[in-house]
Structures are given as structure tokens and as C-alpha cells.
């Protein structure tokens, strides 16, 4: 992983203006209208990359946490020491270095090992911003795999950690319309009624619209009445959409 900072000869505590300033010094020795060295075009280019992630808060906050990571230039493999000191913190940021840096299948398989052990949890063994990126590129992972229930389960977890207290902001629209997408119509694909209706639940507690309420709420009452449970379908539908499902509706599910 390249060391933006070192291409700034700064350190990785440096204010925004410091960057600024080592940056205007910089351009005007490699552009490449102004220097006749054959390598400045790339150097320019690598330059500009980092200036543009360095000034920007949010992508700054990303790049350090992915620095944290990354393995050190003078022999230390960072990856070994995390496996050897192999407590609950370093295994959790061995799960996500791995994510990182392409071995997510290693990943998956840490991961699915360790939570055969009742005392482990993401949650518990990293901080709230690393645990939240790091359930999503796991979530993505089993995406990948059509593993959706664990992929879904995830998410859900990202979305009530956002709402405790924003971290993804704008990046949340993502991760719920995951969510949306894996509910619709993949969870049914994996799962059997009853684990399905669990999760639909999950997305009607979010309150998402009015709309999305609506067709969730349906489905539960779809699942409720495979079951042979019609009772317990009209009852939701009343107790839980009453207002909000017409008695046509109720008619059409033979809940009414």
C-alpha cells in the first residue's frame, strides 16, 4: 500500500494545510509542464491520487485506517504477528487485514471459525468504525457466495450501529438497499419460511417508508399463512398495518 505521506515527506498527524503547502511545493517541480524528467507524468499522477485522499476528511479517515493494516517496509510481516499473538483482538483485525488484502476466503474461514466460540464477537474485539467496515466486506463476501441469510444478518447489524450514531452517512443508502435486495427475493432462495419470517420482521422494526412497511408487512402474513396460520397472519396485519392495509388486501391474503 502506497505511504501517501511519505510522498509529502510528512507525518501521518499533519494538518490540512501542511498537506496544502508540501502539495503547491511539490507541482512545481513535478508537473509536467514544468519538469523534463521522463518519470514525472507517473509521479505527477501519484501525487495528485494522494493529495486529493489527504484533503479530504472522510477518505483521509478510511486511507489511515487501511495504513494501520498494512504491512511495514522493514521486514516486519504484520499479517504473521496478528496469527502468533492469536488473542480475540489481533484474530478480529486478522479477519479484516485479510478482507483487505485479498484473502477473503482466509477471512471467511477465520471468521466462521471463530464464532464457533460463545466469547467471540466482532463487536466486542474491534472498535465501532473498523467493526462496521470490516461486517460489510464480510457481508459482501457472502454475498459473493450466495450465502445471503449471513450476508443480511450483517447488515442488519450496520444499520442499528448507524443508528445509535452516524459513521456510514451518505454510504448507509448502500448497505440498506443491500439489505432491500436480499430480503425482496434471495433470502427465500436460502432459507425456509420461518428463518425468512425472522428477517422480515427485521425490516419492518426499521420503518424504512411507508411503502416498504407495507410489502414486508404482506410478505409476514404470506409466510404466515403457508404455515397454516391465518390467525396469527390477519393479527399482524392488524395489529402491526392495520391502517395501512386495506381490508381488500386482508381479503386477498385470506385474512379477513
Known amino acids: 500500500m502506497k505511504n501517501y505521506y511519505d510522498l509529502f515527506g510528512l507525518k501521518h498527524t499533519c494538518s490540512l494545510e501542511e498537506v496544502k503547502s508540501s502539495f503547491r511545493g511539490k507541482v512545481k517541480r513535478l508537473h509536467p509542464d514544468l519538469s523534463r524528467d521522463t518519470a514525472g507524468v507517473e509521479r505527477f499522477r501519484l501525487l495528485l491520487e494522494a493529495y486529493r485522499v489527504l484533503i479530504d476528511p472522510e477518505a483521509r479517515a478510511d486511507y489511515d485506517r487501511r495504513m494501520r493494516f498494512s504491512d511495514s517496509a522493514d521486514g516486519f510481516v504484520y499479517r504473521d504477528f496478528l496469527k502468533e499473538r492469536a488473542d480475540g483482538i489481533s484474530l478480529a483485525k486478522l479477519i479484516f487485514f485479510d478482507l483487505l488484502h485479498d484473502n477473503e476466503d482466509e477471512a471467511l474461514d477465520l471468521y466462521e471459525t471463530l464464532l464457533l466460540q460463545d466469547e467471540f464477537s466482532l463487536e466486542i474485539f474491534m472498535d465501532r468504525e473498523d467493526f462496521m467496515d470490516c461486517a460489510f466486506l464480510l457481508a459482501e463476501e457472502y454475498e459473493k457466495q450466495r450465502r445471503y441469510a449471513k450476508s443480511f444478518d450483517l447488515l442488519v447489524k450496520i444499520v442499528r450501529f448507524e443508528r445509535q450514531k452516524p459513521y456510514f452517512r451518505h454510504f448507509l443508502e448502500e448497505v440498506i438497499a443491500r439489505m432491500r435486495s436480499l430480503a425482496a427475493s434471495k433470502l427465500s432462495r436460502e432459507l425456509p419460511p420461518q428463518e425468512c419470517l425472522a428477517r422480515y420482521f427485521q425490516v419492518v422494526e426499521f420503518n424504512l417508508s411507508h411503502k ?45
Open 212 to 256: 416498504e412497511t407495507n410489502f414486508y408487512t404482506k410478505k409476514i402474513a404470506e409466510v404466515y399463512l403457508g404455515l397454516g396460520r391465518a390467525d396469527l397472519a390477519g393479527d399482524y396485519l392488524d395489529r402491526k398495518s392495520g391502517k395501512r392495509i386495506s381490508g381488500g388486501m386482508k381479503q386477498k391474503l385470506g385474512c379477513s
